[in-house]
């Protein structure tokens, strides 16, 4: 059982826009910034958004992040089959001090 | 370019103690809002995180695992060991060692090694 919670998996077609939630409390997504992983399965996670709303240097702008209350988004638009993957949501959780990291969505390009 | 990797055994006994090491290069964990970090991920579910040491030398732990973590650093070395006491096949999982930002643009993993799976079977 995961702190944050995320909808286990999601699905589009090519050119959609998908949207991925993550849901928290008030002692990590409520106060905390929140960041997304991408992970390839075999691979390691990459980091994909930071500080709610952030791309890293080399993400494209197709991929979008928002945070409001205790909850966070991932919005992926023009969605490619390259999208398919493993998106985690993560937040540092000031009452357990902890760094917690959703369940995960398993997204899949129809 | 910041790289990391991680090294250690891939099959451990139950009770041992499991030692593994990141060893880095493209930055210095001497450097003011740096960090590296320890998350594991069992097969098909979601990353845990286990452990973190700062550049200053503060070491934050898993509550959960906090009883069986050791963190430490040789900045010198450019690497970070991380040790588990009392292994359980419940600790299989891929091993992953990750650069923390920890600065004004907020907090979070950057750079991940490839990860190495350790599996705990007698």
């Known amino acids: ?17 998908v949207t991925i939630s993550c849901s928290g409390s008030s002692s990590n997504i409520g106060s905390n910034s929140v960041n997304w992983y991408q992970q390839i399965p075999g691979t390691a996670p990459k980091l994909l958004i930071y500080t709610n709303d952030q ?4 993400v494209p702008d197709r991929f979008s992040g928002s945070r409001s209350g205790t909850s966070a988004s991932l919005a992926i638009s023009g969605l490619q089959s390259e999208d398919e993957a493993d998106y985690y949501c993560a937040a540092w959780d000031d009452s357990l001090d902890d760094v917690v990291f959703g369940g995960g969505t398993k997204l899949t390009v129809l | 370019q910041i790289t990391l990797k991680e090294s250690g055994p891939t099959l451990v006994k139950p009770t041992q103690t499991l030692t593994l090491t990141c060893s880095f290069s ?15 991920q069992p097969p098909g579910k979601a990353p845990e995180w286990l452990a ?5 030398d503060d070491k ?14 040789d900045a010198s070395k450019n690497q970070v060991v991380l040790t588990m006491t009392n292994m359980d096949p419940l600790d299989t ?8 930002y920890y600065g004004y643009r907020g907090r979070f993993f950057d750079y991940w ?7 705990v079977s007698s």
């Open chain 2, 26 to 40: 493209g930055f210095s964990l001497t450097t003011t809002g740096v960090g590296v970090g320890w998350i594991r």
């Open chain 2, 93 to 100: 999982a891929t091993y992953y060692c990750a650069h923390y």
């Open chain 2, 52 to 56: 973190l040491i700062y550049w200053d």
């Open chain 2, 113 to 119: 090694g490839q990860g190495t799976l350790v599996t």
């Open chain 2, 60 to 73: 934050r732990y898993s509550p959960s695992l906090n009883t069986r973590l050791t963190i430490t650093k």
């Open chain 1, 55 to 58: 791309r890293p240097s080399g």
């Open chain 1, 1 to 17: 059982q995961s702190v944050l919670t995320q909808p286990p998996s999601a699905s589009g077609t090519p050119g959609q826009r």
